[in-house]
């Protein structure tokens, strides 16, 4: 258990629906990370936020947003969803901004129907 | 598009041998990471090594890197049924402040008791 909880677990929607996937890092860690792992596309980076405020982004679609919030949870919103957005995504913590360690979570298992 | 390429994407072997997995990049980096993932899961990070270094050793892993080939490889000793999973490099080339993992596509490793 790497302290790094996601929910829920599954999630099962409809093409042009939006979601919210939930990441509460670890105790203390400042940084949050999202990816989306699917079949075709691999585990890419999303975006990346430190204390609230968007430090990198990757590749993330305009139709998908994050937050982070003072509490340090951070949420990934997907709006107007796609079949091609069904995938495993993934939160990521760690202490600080720079280098190093990853701890992730065990992911949201998003099915878009 | 990913950044790393791995191979051989699927390995399987016999418990108590030695397993190596490569990972190749395009572009320079300040570190390069493994981490496992064991089916459906989150990822587990197992080593981290610097861009300065050439090898790095952790218990039974061992990484080398090789910036001018721009490629690095993990060799798993004694292998375990336990050890059966996909094994991923990422690296991680952003400026100081910011970090964004490339992942490769994975090696599946599967060792047979």
């Known amino acids: 258990d790497s302290g790094v909880t996601q929910t829920p677990k599954h999630l099962i929607t409809a093409t042009g629906q939006r979601v919210t996937l939930r990441c509460s890092p670890r105790?203390?860690?400042?940084?949050v990370y999202w990816y989306q792992q699917s079949l075709d596309q691999g585990l890419q980076f999303l975006i990346q936020?430190?204390?609230?405020?968007?430090?990198a982004k990757g590749n993330i679609l305009e139709r998908f947003s994050a937050q982070q919030f003072p509490d340090l949870h951070s949420e990934l919103n997907l709006s107007s969803l796609e079949l091609g957005d069904s995938a495993l995504y993934f939160c990521?913590?760690?202490?600080?901004?720079?280098?190093?360690?990853?701890?992730f979570g065990p992911g949201t298992r998003l099915t878009v129907l | 598009s990913q950044q790393g390429e791995e191979d051989p994407q699927a390995l399987s072997i016999q418990e108590g041998e030695n397993a190596t997995m490569n990972c190749s990049y395009k572009?320079?980096?300040?570190?390069l990471q493994w981490y496992r993932q064991n089916s459906g899961r989150g990822l587990v990070h197992l080593i981290l090594?610097?861009?300065?270094?050439r090898e790095k050793h952790s218990g039974r892993l061992r990484v080398t890197l090789d910036t001018s080939k721009k490629s690095s490889s993990l060799l798993i000793t004694a292998s375990r049924a336990a050890d059966t999973a996909s094994y991923f490099c990422?690296?991680?080339?952003?400026?100081?402040?910011?970090?964004?993992?490339?992942f490769g596509q994975g090696t599946r490793l599967t060792i047979n008791p």
């Open positions: 990521a913590s760690k202490p600080g901004q720079g280098a190093g360690e990853q701890f």
């Open positions: 105790s203390g860690d400042l940084s």
């Open positions: 572009t320079s980096i300040n570190n």
């Open positions: 936020y430190y204390n609230g405020e968007e430090r």
């Open positions: 090594i610097r861009s300065n270094e």
């Open positions: 990422a690296t991680d080339g952003a400026k100081e402040g910011a970090q964004k993992l490339v």
